[in-house]
């Protein structure tokens, strides 16, 4: 694990769009594995920034996302196919036809998966796979107790993380119950796996998920196992992490 420690918000998403701007430029067409919620935002406003201009050229790239609300359509504002649009392809020079997310929309769950995961054998391993944490330790939509080795499927949203995303709805009721996510194994597959991290309220998730024991109880500490893996964290997220162990990871 590296790790980059960094001052604020600010700072973690500039790192993290340094870095994934570093692949595309190294590899033009690179497979990303993105994600949505709050942490990427600040990511995805560079990247745009920087494509916009002419410092970044996405025509070559392909991306893949990590998971999909059952049952919203890519006209609602809170599906994610709609989040990545808004926040980034629909503002870069990306072949819109090299963009993919689960199909929300799919009525039949276990055909939804299927394809998704085909889709992903199909096009190999992710070159960069990014991840945000969530308040729980899931990863994508992989809740506590998640099998390490499941591929593409559909999950149960728990209360905790039905409660954190309450805050894009405008009610309780109108949060889905159901997603499609990558599993576990899809995304230990790829090459590089960089997860950002920032504020204090995920500070306890950070140091049990990469200080603590590896335990499907919190999905994100399987990352641990991967030979590259980089963590982007700010000083609210490290504030409960021991300073050697931080040294050590440097
Ligand atoms: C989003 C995703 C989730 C989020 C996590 C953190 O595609 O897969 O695992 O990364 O819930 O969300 P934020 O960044 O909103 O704190």
Redesign the pocket.
């Known amino acids: 694990m590296k790790i980059y420690q960094v001052k604020d918000y600010q700072e973690m998403s500039l790192k993290t769009a340094e870095i994934i701007a570093a692949q595309v430029i190294l590899k033009p067409d690179s497979l990303l594995g993105l994600?949505?919620?709050?942490?990427?935002l600040g990511a995805y406003q560079l990247l745009v920034k920087w494509c916009q201009e002419g410092l970044l050229d996405f025509s070559k790239v392909t991306t893949i996302?990590?998971?999909e609300y059952q049952g919203l359509p890519e006209t609602s504002d809170q599906s994610?196919v709609y989040f990545m649009r808004k926040h980034l392809f629909d503002h870069i020079n990306i072949d819109r036809n090299r963009t993919f997310l689960p199909d929300g929309m799919e009525p039949d769950r276990e055909k939804a998966c299927r394809d998704y995961n085909e889709l992903l054998k199909t096009l190999g391993k992710t070159d960069l796979q990014l991840?945000?944490?969530?308040h729980n330790g899931?990863?994508?939509?992989n809740e506590p107790g998640s099998y390490f080795e499941k591929e593409t499927h559909c999950v149960k949203l728990s209360e905790r993380?039905r409660s954190?995303n309450r805050r894009f709805f405008s009610s309780e009721e109108e949060v889905p119950h159901y997603a499609f996510?990558m599993g576990i194994q899809n995304i230990m597959n790829a090459h590089h796996i960089l997860l950002a991290v920032s504020g204090e309220a995920k500070a306890e998730m950070v140091k049990e998920a990469f200080f603590g024991p590896i335990t499907p109880a919190v999905p994100a500490s399987v990352l641990q196992l991967h030979d590259h893996f980089t963590l982007v964290a700010d000083e609210a997220a490290l504030s409960k992490c021991e300073k050697e162990s931080l040294a050590m990871e440097e």
């Open positions: 994600a949505t919620g709050s942490t990427p996302n990590l998971d994610y991840l945000g944490l969530g899931h990863i994508g939509f993380t954190a996510t």
